[in-house]
């Protein structure tokens, strides 16, 4: 039976409204307080706020970035020279710790998850001669094996930060080069991790070894805007609308979907095979994945409209149910749509 979405009675808001970025939705799950902190990026800052199961208690927060000048010094917050703008944003669950990164144009910060206490701060080097992107940027952000975090760059490489289960002895670990453009998005799970690029290329490593093992050429559909993955298919949004899902282990399209009518902003699924996606022109679209990269059937669910909103995040709320969370441009709501 297809799904239906009615919107939550309850209210949730943060303090500042959402950019204009992809993938502009974070959720944090409490499984002891039964709490849960949705967080936005916003210019230069991240507004987040932990809401109860009922909805009654809200507890606002916020975080700027620091600005960084030269010789990695402490710089005036209103220096537009060395303002950090947030490009991204994710809470990042390891099984040693939780930690909030910021994604952004200058740098790679890290936080704990209340945004409180800033735990290290990566300067990006400047593009070097001869790269296709002009500006200096961080963007795509995913937690690996027990300890690892990756963060695409803006020249292609995927850096690899060792986390460890206290302290601020964070530090770049590895680095991963094989992207010729700028990266857009990752995705892992425990064999694989998938990223992309500014020309649609994508990339698949193997965990264990963080090695290059295949790889997914362009195809016509361009850019690829965000990405996400279950089992062992690849999802991946592209700014014309259209959805497509590659076998991770063959590196072979086995499903499209033309999604949207407009540049797809956000994609996520859920342990069900529940594929969410979101974009400008107003619609979260939802489909059911069955079967495998093998033998995949795709059924489309639902249709949502949020009228006069362009929708730049979509997060599942559990992994086995099909409530869903969803940021829009300009607005410092998340509506919680429940199923």
């Known amino acids: 039976m297809p799904l239906s979405y009615t919107k939550s009675s309850q209210l949730i808001s943060v303090k500042w409204s959402a950019s204009h970025f992809p993938n502009n939705l974070t959720v944090l799950r409490s499984a002891k307080s039964r709490m849960a902190t949705y967080g936005v990026s916003h210019k230069s800052g991240?507004?987040?706020?932990?809401?109860?199961?009922?909805?009654?208690?809200?507890?606002?927060?916020?975080?700027?970035?620091?600005?960084?000048?030269?010789?990695?010094?402490?710089?005036?917050?209103?220096?537009?020279?060395?303002?950090?703008?947030?490009?991204?944003?994710?809470?990042?669950?390891?099984?040693?710790?939780?930690?909030?990164?910021?994604?952004?144009?200058?740098?790679?910060?890290?936080?704990?998850?209340?945004?409180?206490?800033?735990?290290?701060?990566?300067?990006?080097?400047?593009?070097?001669?001869?790269?296709?992107?002009?500006?200096?940027?961080?963007?795509?952000?995913?937690?690996?094996?027990?300890?690892?975090?990756?963060?695409?760059?803006?020249?292609?490489?995927?850096?690899?930060?060792?986390?460890?289960?206290?302290?601020?002895?964070?530090?770049?670990?590895?680095?991963?080069?094989?992207?010729?453009?700028?990266?857009?998005?990752?995705?892992?799970?425990?064999?694989?991790?998938?990223?992309?690029?500014?020309?649609?290329?994508?990339?698949?490593?193997?965990?264990?070894?963080?090695?290059?093992?295949?790889?997914?050429?362009?195809?016509?559909?361009?850019?690829?805007t965000t990405l996400a993955m279950w089992k062992n298919c690849v999802i991946a949004g592209y700014a014309n609308g259209m959805i497509q899902i590659f076998d991770v282990e063959n590196a072979q399209i086995v499903g499209s979907i033309t999604a949207h009518s407009r540049c797809i902003n956000a994609i996520d699924c859920n342990d069900e095979g529940l594929v969410a996606s979101v974009s400008d022109d107003c619609y979260v679209r939802v489909w059911q994945l069955t079967g495998d990269a093998e033998d995949l059937q795709i059924n489309h669910e639902c249709n949502h409209q949020i009228e006069n909103s362009q929708l730049v995040g979509v997060k599942f709320l559990h992994s086995s149910q099909a409530d869903i969370a969803i940021s829009m441009y300009d607005s410092n709501e998340v509506i919680v749509l429940r199923a």
Request: overall charge negative.
């Open 46 to 224: 991240f507004a987040m706020v932990t809401v109860s199961e009922d909805g009654k208690k809200q507890i606002h927060g916020q975080v700027i970035t620091r600005a960084i000048g030269t010789n990695n010094t402490p710089a005036a917050d209103n220096d537009a020279r060395y303002i950090a703008h947030v490009v991204q944003a994710a809470f990042i669950s390891l099984p040693v710790r939780s930690i909030l990164v910021l994604a952004c144009t200058k740098s790679i910060q890290i936080y704990d998850p209340e945004g409180t206490a800033n735990l290290h701060i990566h300067m990006l080097d400047k593009t070097p001669p001869g790269r296709i992107e002009a500006s200096t940027y961080s963007r795509g952000i995913v937690g690996i094996s027990q300890n690892l975090l990756c963060v695409g760059i803006h020249n292609g490489d995927i850096l690899v930060f060792n986390i460890p289960p206290k302290g601020t002895n964070i530090f770049v670990k590895e680095t991963l080069s094989g992207h010729q453009c700028g990266i857009t998005g990752l995705v892992a799970n425990d064999e694989y991790l998938v990223s992309s690029d500014t020309s649609g290329m994508i990339l698949i490593w193997n965990v264990g070894t963080m090695s290059q093992i295949s790889n997914i050429q362009p195809t016509s559909t361009g850019g690829i």
